[in-house]
């Protein structure tokens, strides 16, 4: 098991109203109360922040791999490639040029964001 304390820093804590921490520990992956008594056998490492500031994030996991799988071979039609139709139209005469058999498929199509902005 390993417990890394943080310290010298400025972390903000996830939530609206509480202070900003100036220190943290995580046993394993998760935080943990800086005050709880560290199991035997613990390997206890301190790393100086030097001042640096912290903020909570999280990684999105969720993916729709099938519908990746399916844009792969699609013309990309959607800022910043495609910001106007004749974009637009370069972006499907290229997929065409790709796609001799007559089938081509596109992704990502706004009219509203095309600098006419219309269809």
Known sequence: MSRIHYKNLCAFPGRTGEPFLTEFTVEDGIFIADDSPAPDGTEIVTIDMRGAFVMPAFIDAHAH???LAMTMGAAACTPPTVR???ELQ???RKMAAKHPEGWIEGWGYDESLLAEGRT
């Open 65 to 67: 791999p099938d519908g």
């Open 84 to 86: 106007s139709i004749p």
């Open 90 to 92: 370069s972006a499907l």
